[in-house]
């Protein structure tokens, strides 16, 4: 069971990640979507940016004590990201890029919204 609730945690954590990079693009459908977004990206910067540990990564680490399995001490993104997906010395230019899409995105939807603003003032 506990095994469970450590590989749900860590699917939750990829999905939270995924959203904090991509979920800017969801505002350009639907604009009330930006407030939640904001907030995660929010919480991504602080984490990466001042030494905060996310809840979902002290949630799975106790579950995987509880199973008995091996814990490091290492967060999410230095265990399942870092050095796996790309290499340690990429992480800076990566969080960057990160930021540059979340502000295209929001740049991207702030102009949509004005153009449905004008279209409306027009009609």
Not at 97 to 118: D, Q, T
């Amino acid at each position: 069971m506990y095994a469970a609730l450590a590989t749900t945690v860590l699917v939750l954590h990829f999905c939270f990640l995924a959203y904090v990079v991509l979920g800017g693009f969801l505002v350009w459908r639907w604009p009330r979507a930006f407030w939640p977004h904001l907030a995660a990206a929010a919480w991504g910067l602080a984490v990466v940016s001042i030494p905060l540990t996310c809840p979902l990564t002290v949630v799975e680490h106790w579950a995987r004590r509880k199973a008995g399995q091996a814990v490091g001490d290492k967060g999410f993104i230095d265990t399942y990201i870092e050095n796996v997906l790309y290499p340690e010395r990429y992480t800076h230019l990566l969080q960057v890029l990160v930021g540059v899409i979340v502000l295209f995105s929001y740049a991207v939807a702030l102009a949509k919204l004005r153009h449905r603003r004008a279209e409306r003032t027009l009609s």
